[in-house]
């Protein structure tokens, strides 16, 4: 992988901007706060189509799986994304118990792939860096 170059910091801190937006902001704390559903009827529970909990919760996955496609198409350097960008995977954790039911549901394998791409190597980055430290936070994002 090429080395980070100062496009990368400039897309970061962009990436960051986007995220203090006054709309996104509420949909993360939103998420933070209550997105821990373990099936899809939770999740329709939930996030009822129309309702605000529905556009939180898109706005915050879609907005991830943005960031995500922009580091599996080599538009931003992975390896510096994960000195900064754990955000990324705790929405991965909360979102993974459910993912599979999600997708069957709109028939469409590949919703939110690179969001699951991008965690994955995340994961495997943490687990060779810190395994204690990857388990510790994935207990605490999942609530264990």
Known sequence: MAPPTYDDLNLILKLYELRREERLRAARAWFSENFRVKSLVEYHTLCPRGSE???????????????????????????????????????????????????????????????ETVASAFIAHLKKHSPEGYENFA???RGI
């Open 53 to 115: 909990n529905n556009a939180f919760a898109r706005q915050v996955t879609t907005y991830w799986e943005m960031v995500a496609s922009f580091i599996t198409s080599g538009v931003l350097n992975q390896e510096l994304f994960f000195e900064s960008g754990r955000e990324l995977l705790f929405v991965w954790l909360r979102l993974q118990p459910v993912i599979a039911e999600i997708r069957d549901s709109y028939k469409d394998p590949y919703h939110l792939k690179n969001l």
């Open 139 to 141: 207990a605490r994002v």
